[in-house]
């Protein structure tokens, strides 16, 4: 019986593993970190520290040059039983409501029309998004030239026969016209946003919409604000966090070396930073400005979250608009 034979050992011998000394790996990894540490060393001195400083000024009474007194909570109970800050927290939610809501509906619809087969599209867009990179206050000079009380505005309302509006002397009025200002600037902005999630959409989608006799409002609405969700979504949170913060309108536009008619007659303009920039900069109450920009934090979080909450729709899967279209379309009758 044959017996096997054995394999005959092999002379190689493995090589030992080289390891590194600790001092080359450093000189092969120090030239990229040293490369990339600009940024770093900037975001550390200019974003990182003043939002640690700001935390920490918050707890005292400090005019920017003498020694801190440490207060403990007091700027916080002191500015929670401040009306003119609750007055400018309700000015600020009224111009953000009556800014954000016409501003993304208006948004919505130009990008609809700019995605559907319109003439020199590329012209439109630009210029669309040309306020957008125009300096605010140049623009709140013009605007406040438009909306004083023999301004363009209101001589084309009387030219129509309706009677002047007092743009920079009633509540409605002032409120209205950082509203307008607010929506010019950034309606162009949203739209190229809205542009871009369109474009995005498989035209097999529009298709069948056309297919089942959708008109282009169902179109719009049962077809691409489903699939523009997510988009409209970002769009919501970075205006409630632009409209939150609310400054160059209300203070170009109301200027006054006199505190007490900062944000224009009875205080209708103070907003929230308005008034932060006050107590700061006028005042010298650097902690209590501290402390008012950290409830705003506190504000644009949670409503931040409530926006997420109501435009994401939990766990629903609102992707099927198609289905939807037969409700009205001429398939559905």
């Known amino acids: ?16 593993v080289r390891t590194e000394a600790p001092r080359g790996r450093w000189r092969r990894h120090l030239p990229p970190y040293v490369a990339i540490s600009p940024y770093y060393i900037l975001f550390a001195l200019f974003g990182a520290f003043p939002v640690f400083f700001s935390f920490y000024l918050s707890f005292h009474d400090w005019d920017g040059i003498g020694s ?16 003119v800050f609750w007055h400018s927290i309700v000015n600020t939610f009224e111009i953000w409501f009556m800014s954000t809501v016409p501003m993304l509906f208006l948004a919505l619809v130009l990008a609809f029309l700019l995605h559907s087969q319109v003439r020199y599209s590329a012209a439109w867009r630009v210029a669309y998004f040309i306020p957008n990179v125009t300096s605010m206050v140049a623009m709140t000079i013009v605007f406040g030239s438009v909306f004083a009380q023999a301004g363009l505005a ?4 009387k030219a129509v026969g309706v009677d002047g509006i007092g743009w920079l002397t009633s509540s409605l009025g002032i409120k209205s016209a950082i509203s307008l200002m607010v929506i010019w600037r950034w309606v162009g902005y949203n739209a190229l946003i809205f542009l871009a999630g ?14 089942d006799g959708a008109s282009s409002r169902q179109v719009l609405f049962r077809v691409v604000v489903p699939q523009l969700r997510p988009v409209i979504l970002f769009a919501i ?26 944000g224009g ?11 932060l920039w006050q107590k700061s900069f006028n005042d010298l109450q650097f902690g209590y400005g501290a402390a008012m920009g950290w ?6 979080a949670v409503f931040a979250v409530i926006n997420w909450r109501l435009v ?13 279209l037969r409700k009205g379309g001429r398939n559905g009758r």
């Open 1 to 16: 019986m044959a017996t096997l034979a054995q394999a005959p050992a092999s002379d190689s011998t493995e090589e030992p």
């Open 68 to 83: 801190m007194k440490f207060v403990g909570l007091r700027q916080y109970y002191w500015l929670l039983h401040d009306s």
């Open 154 to 157: 209101n001589s084309l309302l």
């Open 198 to 211: 369109l474009q995005a959409i498989p035209n097999e989608l529009f298709e069948a919409a056309r297919v």
């Open 237 to 262: 949170i970075t205006s409630t966090i632009g409209g939150l913060q609310i400054f160059t309108e209300s203070q170009v536009l109301f200027y006054s070396d006199d505190p007490g008619t900062a």
């Open 265 to 275: 007659p009875g205080q209708e303009g103070m907003t929230i930073v308005l008034y």
């Open 295 to 300: 409830i705003l934090f506190a504000l644009i």
């Open 312 to 324: 994401s729709g939990g766990d629903r899967d609102d992707r099927r608009g198609i289905p939807l």
